[in-house]
């Protein structure tokens, strides 16, 4: 019997499990989602309690695995920033999501320690993996911000780091169902994004066509809201720099965190494991993106996971 011919593809998609190494149960429900097919590729914290693990099981099932660059959650690598840094507070922790935020408004951290510990958690992935990232993007979307990304752009640059992440979500703007304050969160992540491709093209990064996941996240996340999500991806302008025109096959980058919740005193990166870790939601993400009728609608849509070396 002679074997069908896959279609060609309409879409090449890489879906990212985002968090590896946050907890060994984080860890245990990527990679169980990774062997059902339901994420393709996965952003490593450096920073994070069960990173060695996480490393470890990459290399074990051959995960594709970029770098989360975290400025924002946990304890710097770099040992020099640990203490008297304007990246730590009093207790030697980053700022947090939005204290990382407001600190840079007021001009309060250095761009030059912002670099060292960027540099400091590409050496140690490279360490743990035995390879530089094949993607580098930004936990809690730092590596847009204003500043922060021109030092981004010119530490990808200089390492040969060749792909990011530009979390523009042609999803966004219809989306009904997210709540004001992440409405109001994300559309200023757009607006940061919008601002970085700039920069990220003066030093020649690149990233795909399109980009989604901001809204499918925890419990917005659905076959159908996906399919909705995949749909915007096929008609959408692309963003990205992987197009070409005689290359009819969308890129795009589906951001997801799928796993089992963690324990309350076991993961985190340092200060133990946040509330979004530790929901019901991870656990739903998990489910949903190996729900067979999602993987039926990768192949009747002509859609081919793939991770960011494969495009």
Known sequence: ?????????????????????????????????????????????VNA??????????????????????????????????QASTLVNQRGFFHGKMGFRQALERGQLSMEQVELELRAQ??????????????????????????????FGQVLSDLRIPYTRVPVDPGLH?????????QRFYTQVEKDALDSIP??????????????????????????????????????EPSGSTSSSDQP?????????????????????GEGPDDFSQSADRLHELSTLTDPSLLALYSQERVQLCAFKNL
């Open 1 to 45: 019997m002679q074997t069908a011919i896959m279609p060609q593809p309409r879409m090449m998609l890489v879906v990212t499990g985002d968090d590896f190494g946050y907890c060994p149960r984080r860890n245990q429900g990527i990679v169980d989602c990774f062997q059902a097919g339901g994420i393709s590729n996965v952003s490593l914290l």
């Open 49 to 82: 309690s069960a990173a060695n693990e996480a490393a470890d099981l990459a290399k074990r099932h051959n995960i594709p695995v970029g770098l989360h660059a975290n400025l924002s959650e946990g304890i710097p690598v770099c040992q020099s920033l640990r």
């Open 122 to 151: 590409v050496r140690l992935f490279s360490e743990l993996t035995g390879h530089l990232p094949h993607h580098m993007d930004g936990h809690q979307h730092v590596h847009v911000l204003p500043e922060v990304r021109e030092v």
């Open 174 to 182: 219809g989306c009904t169902w997210l709540p004001a304050h992440l």
């Open 199 to 236: 920069v990220f093209t003066r030093y020649g990064i690149r990233w795909p066509d399109v980009y989604l996941g901001l809204t499918t996240m925890g419990r917005n996340m659905s076959v159908a809201n996906l399919q909705r999500a995949l749909s915007h991806a096929f008609s959408a």
């Open 249 to 269: 096959v969308v890129t795009a980058e589906l951001m997801v965190h799928p796993g089992y919740p963690s324990h309350s005193q076991q993961g985190g990166c």
